[in-house]
Each structure stands twice: as structure tokens, then as C-alpha cells.
């Protein structure tokens, strides 16, 4: 989903965006969105970029693959309250388009443009029926195809950069 006209703000180009509402339930004991809910974003905004490619859960099923979270790094970096939207990002940041593959979140308020979450994924592909690593199908390696040059350019300079 394109939200935004240009990719100003964000960390990487081209991003695909989703936008959410902070629910009422989303909110914890303090009075904004629990830790937990942005990981929940985060895999809910995976999956929509996944279908936007006409790709489905079924696909994954009929297959026999998937993609696992090895490592998870999110930074918390402020905070959203009941009512308020938000813009999820998500970019294929790294892959190898065999086996392994990185997904990169920002998060930002839509009404303020701040950057409230960061979080990177690092995946493996893997037969469901063994639950082993197995090198990615098509539709996996066409989704997880490495990134354009501009885009791998990009996140390496961001690695490099002190993040706020």
C-alpha cells in the first residue's frame, strides 16, 4: 500500500506501508501501546506485503515452506496512544535469494511523522513438514529476491548510521 507520495523520513526507499489505529485494547497499564503490539504490527505488516504480491497463506501450505524469525532486534523509540495512527513500513532489506533474508520496520505517528519503532528480522526459509531449512521456492525467492541496488546501498549505509 503506498501511503506517502515520496519516501522523505523514511529509512529506506520504496518502502510498503500499512496504516493502523492504536485500539483501546492495544494499550497497557501506563497508557500506551504495549511493547508486545508493535511485534504484533510487524507480523501482520509482513504478511500484507506478502499478499500485495498476490501471494497467499495457503501458497505457503500447498508449498510446504515458510519463512522463521531467527533474530529480532526492535527498538522502542516513543510512544502511541488509544486513537492515534500509524504508518508501518516494511522492506526486504537483505536477502541472499536462497535461504536467508532480512526484514526492516519503522514505524512512524502519522500525525507527527515521528519514528516510534525499529525493528529488524532476520529469516530463514524452511520446509513446514520437516521444519528444516530448505532453500526458497519461486514465489519465496521472487518475494525475498535481493534487494535493488539503490535499496542494498541504502541499508548499508543505515547499518552504519547512529539511529535514534
Not at 497508557?31 to 501471494?55: F, I, M, P, Q, S
Not at 502519522?110 to 525499529?118: D, H, I, L, N, Q
Request: aromatic letters at 10%.
Amino acid at each position: 500500500m503506498r501511503l506517502a507520495a515520496d519516501d522523505k523520513g523514511w529509512d529506506l526507499p520504496r518502502p510498503f506501508l500499512r496504516a493502523v489505529v492504536a485500539e483501546p485494547g492495544d494499550i497497557d497499564d501506563f497508557g500506551h501501546v504495549n511493547n508486545a503490539v508493535y511485534l504484533r504490527w510487524a507480523d501482520e505488516t509482513g504478511w500484507a506485503h506478502w499478499e500485495a504480491d498476490g501471494l497467499t497463506r495457503q501458497q505457503c501450505r500447498d508449498l510446504d515452506r515458510g519463512m522463521a524469525i531467527l533474530r529480532t532486534e526492535a527498538d522502542y523509540l516513543g510512544h502511541v496512544r488509544a486513537g492515534e495512527q500509524v504508518i508501518c513500513a516494511v522492506w526486504i532489506a537483505v536477502s541472499d535469494g536462497r535461504l536467508r533474508a532480512e526484514r526492516w520496520y519503522q514505524f512512524r505517528n502519522a500525525e507527527t511523522g515521528e519514528t516510534v519503532f525499529r525493528a529488524q528480522t532476520k529469516l530463514v526459509s524452511f520446509q513446514l513438514s520437516t521444519g528444516k531449512p530448505a532453500r526458497m521456492v519461486s514465489p519465496f525467492a521472487d518475494h525475498y529476491a535481493k534487494p535493488a541496488p539503490d535499496l542494498a546501498e541504502a541499508a548499508a549505509l543505515h547499518m552504519t548510521k547512529p539511529k535514534r
